[in-house]
Protein backbone atom coordinates (compact mmCIF):
# COMPACT_ATOMS: atom_id res chain seq x y z
CA UNK A 1 0.00 0.00 0.00
CA UNK A 2 1.13 3.47 -0.63
CA UNK A 3 2.54 5.24 2.29
CA UNK A 4 -0.60 8.63 1.02
CA UNK A 5 -3.65 5.86 1.28
CA UNK A 6 -1.75 4.43 4.83
CA UNK A 7 -2.16 7.94 6.17
CA UNK A 8 -5.59 8.35 4.68
CA UNK A 9 -6.67 5.14 6.30
CA UNK A 10 -5.16 5.74 9.80
CA UNK A 11 -6.99 9.35 9.94
CA UNK A 12 -10.15 7.32 9.28
CA UNK A 13 -9.42 4.52 11.67
CA UNK A 14 -8.22 7.18 14.41
CA UNK A 15 -11.62 9.67 14.09
CA UNK A 16 -13.81 6.58 14.33
CA UNK A 17 -13.10 6.44 17.67
CA UNK A 18 -13.19 10.32 18.45
CA UNK A 19 -16.79 11.01 16.65
CA UNK A 20 -19.41 12.07 18.75
CA UNK A 21 -23.35 10.59 18.25
CA UNK A 22 -25.75 13.54 18.14
CA UNK A 23 -28.84 12.65 20.20
CA UNK A 24 -31.63 10.30 18.80
CA UNK A 25 -34.31 11.57 17.60
CA UNK A 26 -36.48 9.98 21.12
CA UNK A 27 -33.55 11.70 23.32
CA UNK A 28 -34.51 14.83 20.77
CA UNK A 29 -38.03 14.44 21.88
CA UNK A 30 -37.64 13.79 25.24
CA UNK A 31 -35.67 16.75 26.36
CA UNK A 32 -37.78 18.93 24.06
CA UNK A 33 -40.49 17.42 26.25
CA UNK A 34 -38.58 18.07 29.55
CA UNK A 35 -37.68 21.98 28.75
CA UNK A 36 -41.64 22.26 28.12
CA UNK A 37 -42.59 20.71 30.66
CA UNK A 38 -41.45 23.57 32.94
CA UNK A 39 -42.13 26.49 30.43
CA UNK A 40 -45.74 24.81 30.70
CA UNK A 41 -45.83 25.10 34.38
CA UNK A 42 -46.22 27.74 36.93
CA UNK A 43 -43.13 26.43 38.80
CA UNK A 44 -40.22 28.87 39.65
CA UNK A 45 -36.28 28.18 38.43
CA UNK A 46 -33.79 29.30 41.22
CA UNK A 47 -30.63 29.53 39.65
CA UNK A 48 -27.12 31.10 41.42
CA UNK A 49 -29.66 32.47 44.22
CA UNK A 50 -31.95 34.29 41.84
CA UNK A 51 -35.47 33.00 40.90
CA UNK A 52 -37.07 32.94 38.22
CA UNK A 53 -40.63 32.29 36.03
CA UNK A 54 -40.34 29.55 33.89
CA UNK A 55 -40.44 30.91 30.34
CA UNK A 56 -37.14 32.49 31.43
CA UNK A 57 -35.62 29.66 32.76
CA UNK A 58 -37.19 27.91 29.78
CA UNK A 59 -35.27 30.08 27.36
CA UNK A 60 -32.10 29.19 30.06
CA UNK A 61 -32.27 25.92 29.74
CA UNK A 62 -32.89 26.06 25.86
CA UNK A 63 -29.33 28.15 25.60
CA UNK A 64 -27.40 25.44 27.49
CA UNK A 65 -28.55 22.57 25.65
CA UNK A 66 -27.93 24.66 22.21
CA UNK A 67 -24.44 25.15 23.54
CA UNK A 68 -23.82 21.39 24.51
CA UNK A 69 -25.19 20.04 21.41
CA UNK A 70 -22.75 22.45 19.46
CA UNK A 71 -19.95 21.13 21.89
CA UNK A 72 -21.04 16.94 21.24
CA UNK A 73 -21.48 17.13 24.97
CA UNK A 74 -25.34 15.80 25.40
CA UNK A 75 -26.61 12.71 23.42
CA UNK A 76 -29.42 11.57 26.21
CA UNK A 77 -32.01 13.16 28.11
CA UNK A 78 -30.38 11.98 31.32
CA UNK A 79 -26.91 14.02 30.12
CA UNK A 80 -29.43 17.02 29.37
CA UNK A 81 -30.15 16.73 33.04
CA UNK A 82 -26.92 16.09 34.37
CA UNK A 83 -25.19 18.97 32.00
CA UNK A 84 -27.59 21.50 31.52
CA UNK A 85 -30.34 21.12 33.77
CA UNK A 86 -29.00 20.39 37.59
CA UNK A 87 -26.21 23.23 38.05
CA UNK A 88 -24.59 26.44 36.84
CA UNK A 89 -21.88 25.73 34.98
CA UNK A 90 -20.13 29.03 36.12
CA UNK A 91 -20.78 28.76 40.07
CA UNK A 92 -21.59 24.88 40.57
CA UNK A 93 -24.74 26.17 42.41
CA UNK A 94 -27.14 23.50 42.22
CA UNK A 95 -31.04 24.78 40.42
CA UNK A 96 -33.95 24.19 42.04
CA UNK A 97 -37.61 24.69 41.30
CA UNK A 98 -40.38 25.58 43.30
CA UNK A 99 -44.19 24.60 42.53
CA UNK A 100 -47.29 25.90 43.35
CA UNK A 101 -48.61 23.70 46.90
CA UNK A 102 -45.38 21.76 46.36
CA UNK A 103 -41.92 21.49 48.54
CA UNK A 104 -39.12 23.14 46.66
CA UNK A 105 -36.72 20.14 45.35
CA UNK A 106 -33.52 20.05 43.47
CA UNK A 107 -34.18 20.52 39.79
CA UNK A 108 -31.99 17.49 38.85
CA UNK A 109 -34.68 15.92 40.84
CA UNK A 110 -37.71 17.71 39.46
CA UNK A 111 -36.26 16.76 35.87
CA UNK A 112 -35.52 13.26 36.59
CA UNK A 113 -39.39 13.10 37.95
CA UNK A 114 -40.49 14.29 34.67
CA UNK A 115 -38.14 12.08 32.63
CA UNK A 116 -39.30 9.56 33.95
CA UNK A 117 -43.16 10.40 33.29
CA UNK A 118 -42.69 11.11 29.68
CA UNK A 119 -40.88 7.45 29.16
CA UNK A 120 -44.19 6.03 31.16
CA UNK A 121 -46.59 7.79 28.84
CA UNK A 122 -44.50 7.10 25.48
CA UNK A 123 -44.96 3.44 23.67
Known amino acids: MKPRRLLWLAAGLLSIGTAHAAPSETARREIAGLIGALDGSSC???RNGSWHDAPEARAHLQRKYDYLLKKDKVDTAEQFIERAASQSS???KPYWIAC???PEQAAAVWFATRL???RQRTP
Open 100 to 102: PGQ
Open 90 to 92: MSG
Open 116 to 118: KAL
Open 44 to 46: RFQ
